[in-house]
């Protein structure tokens, strides 16, 4: 064991890289998207030039969502900005509408082109245009009937947010980016563990001295354990103190997961050491398996969302259940009993992907 | 710069390569492996949110109201819920992740056109979904409130169509359903087509640790043609997966392709040449591979991941990321990608990203060669 | 520069943080010599192939290597030379020809002329039968051989190499000098740095190197001579208490172990190999074996570095 704190002296950069890198991501990543969808470039290509239609854009800028660009005079332009994927969107407003609007029995046409090569900004870019559009269809609509507008309190409900009452974006991505990285991290460090012997050829070596197959896979998998943990209690300090991300949840019941997490991740990544030739080798499959749970946590896409198959497998994925965990105890302050049957589906799994990598290990190492 | 150089070490590598099954089938598989899981799990339509609803009012206009929002297959009615604290335990234990309730007030002051007596709670820490239950039950409420509004007011004399007048025309080009994946797919493809330059941060600290470093350095070869030679055989296999993945995208995601496939691979090229030689700057520094690895991952990955446009809009990112998102090849990439693919626009169009590549890939590879010493110490 | 002096270091000094690894060397070294350095570990010989190969740098001094000026280009000595790392090792997944090839392309050695010298190499070096085996399949021996093939391919007029015969069964190492030999007297320069004193004796001119430093510069034969004593080979049960014994005694000027044996060195034999036996019978101790033997450059080295010790 004490050999393996001696390679990572000479190998430094490993461990350092993994405890800061990863908050460093985690900081640089997390800042840079828990932000709202905002400056989405919109070409506005104003026809009727009227104090109506220049209040419809500026209700439209007033959404916070876009950014004016320099307005169209063609269609030819906005093509040509809209192909060049330099605008999001644009809103074109047809000469008449004012006068369509007063009219009593007016057809007030308004014409939106969402640049679909973007799909989200442009769901988004939607969203923020129908508000505006509908207040101010509401607002006409009154204003004809002459009805009182106090009394017509408009079509908004009340909305109550839980858990994550400013719908801070932060909330929502940097614990799975926590999770991620966590996962990452321990997966990468541990299949590099044997990686270097098998690529040289030294394993016999390993296997000369005094030691058990188990004491060595112990050995090994002390410093990954370690640097793990710290690497996860600096992530979420991180999270908490730079994103304000509350923790609600225990901390020793976070802390306890954390570590059963962390030893299911160690057998895979030991695993995956043990079966490749080289470090190349165990870094490629780490990428790919790494995807693979991360096409499952429902990082982006809630899991719900994917087909019932889809769904069916992702019990089966530890990183899954550990996402919910966390997401679960940091933001809603879940206790044991609320998140149970993820601990339990993580436990079980744990163990069974442990089992059969430690057999895998030792079979390998004799 | 001798091209035999060259030659002799892109030949050495790509032998290498080849005799190492398990890695090249890794090296060679990856990105397109990669591309496939990850549009799957990234594009993904949400429907099916559960949610819960809790009916104060219990008249017809509110069971009205609830079979329009629980009509289609966006919304799942889990369960008609009892109490609040039902719904804040079904909350909490992330069985639903909205809850609509409808205030006892409802119809009246709907019929009294006093507003929408609701209330909606969501799950925050799902925004996603959240937001979509918000917008659909918003959008249903509104809907269901201008018919019952409308016909109001039409049976007490005023004429009108509906409370909403302005007829908004909505048209999406490139992509009309808004559909995930046809977007995702030529953005993804710039993520991993970044994947070889992995595999070339390593290929120097390969030899240092497999000693052959030494006499390597003891050659005439130059820098530059080490360093050239080295980039050049992982450009291959990217330019590998660059031949197979439109058709994957085709086949399987129906995402279009619009633009000239010559354009395409041209292109691909010089991105690849500027994102694999910004592997090698990462690649120079290091003397084990373990380090060049974690490094290489930390720049290259999480960067080009969200950085570049692909899943968060670069305007709305902060100053400071969206400068370097500019350094990024990957950013100039999805621009080009998204073009050829959805836009069908060519090289008139593209050619100020292509040279920014050129650009990048000089300036990373003159970078890298400055700082690789032929020297020991 | 003298016109037979084709290498030459004038106060090369080597700083490497806080050691100093070459320090103020100066050495002369003549086309066609076969030069050798010896030195313990850490004495500073890599570092000097090394920089003549123009792979380190040089904190001061400077360094003429055939004609090159190593401090303003150390590249352009690359062509000249054949250099052979002590931790060297070869692309183990190409064959023995595919690795040969890589660094003929390298050397920019015409194809044809790579097809004309390959074969004979492989002789030379007695691998022709293993031409296509991978390089990772070879014996320690014939890995070292392909080595040396591999930078004599370019037929350079100078050949550095470091630690050339170690860990080499001793059958190759026979075979390994019998080359050197036939090359050295072809006219190649070679310098060799070795951890064993008898190829130091094969050497035209040895140059001991201790901590960073040129000790001694001269022909084996010099530096034997200089030991200024004669070898007594004793041979005891109890060798330390043997050495015990001999050391404090008259005309002992030192006494060196090797194993069980102990090499003393007196300034007569003549004169105390009385007084010796004496003392070791009184000591009770027997002595199994007692002669003088010739000195070899390992007792002139050890003599050496034992008096450079004391010195500081």
Known sequence: MNKEFLHLKHDWWLPAFMLFGGALELLMIGWATSRPITNLPLMIWDMDKTPASRNLVISIENTGTFELVEPATSMDMIKNQMDRGKINAAVIIPQGFAGEISASAGNPILQVILNGAESTPAREAQRAIEGVVWALGEKITIEKLGVNAEQFEGFDFSLRVWFNEALNEAYFTTPAELALMLEFTILIFAALTFSREREFGTLEQLLVMPFTSLEIIIGKSIPVILVGLFDFSIMLGVVHFAFHVPVRGSLPLIFGLAF??????????????????????????????????????????????????IQTLAKFIPAHHWLEILRGIILKGSTIMDILPNVLWLVILGTIIGFFSLRYIRKALD | MSIRHLWAVVRKEIQHILRDRGTFILVLVTPTVVLLLMTYALAVDIEHVSIALLDYDQSPMSRQFIQRITAGDDLDLYTAAGSMEEIEDLLVKGKIKAALIIDPDFSADLLSMRGLALQVVIDGTEPETGGFAVDHIGWRAEIFANQILSSQLRASGLAVESLQPIDLRIRAWYNPSLVPQVDLVPGLLSVVLGFPAFSVALTLAREHEHRTMEQLLATPITRIELLLGKIIPYILAGLLNVLVIPFFAMAWFNVPFHGSFLVFLLLSVIFLFAELSMGMVIGVFMRSQSAALALSFLVVMFPGFFLTGIFFPIASLPELARMESLFLPGTQYAIITRGVFLTGIGLDVLWPYAIMLIFLGLVFTGTAALFFRKKLA | MPSDVYIQTTELTRKFKEK????????????????????????????????????????????????????????????????MAQEFSLYSKLSVIENLQFFGELYNVPASIQRERIPGLLAFAQLTEFKNRRAAKLSGGMKKKLALACTLLHRPPTLLLDEPTTGVDPVSRREFWKILNDLHIQGTTIIVSTPYMDEADRCSRVALIYNGRVVQCDSPAAIRGQLGGEVLKIVTDNWQKARKVILPLPG??????YGEALHVLVDSASRRTKSIKKSLLEHKLSILEMRGITPRMEEAFISFIRKMDQDT
């Open chain 1, 260 to 309: 059963i997490y962390t030893l299911v991740e160690l057998g895979k990544g030991m695993a995956i050491s043990v079966f490749s030739r080289s470090q190349h080798q165990s870094f490629l499959l780490v990428l790919m398996v790494g995807m693979v749970d991360f096409m499952f946590t429902g990082y982006a896409a809630p899991v719900e969302s994917m087909p019932q198959i």
């Open chain 3, 20 to 83: 100093t690894a070459l320090d103020r060397v100066n050495l002369q070294i003549h086309q066609g010599e076969l030069f050798g350095l010896v030195g313990p570990d850490g004495a500073g010989k890599t570092t000097l192939l090394r920089t003549l190969a123009g792979l380190i740098g040089i904190s001061d001094g400077a360094v003429h290597v055939a004609g090159c000026d190593l401090l303003k280009n150390p590249e352009s000595v690359k062509s000249q030379i054949g250099y």
């Open chain 3, 252 to 257: 002992v000027q030192e006494v060196q172990s």
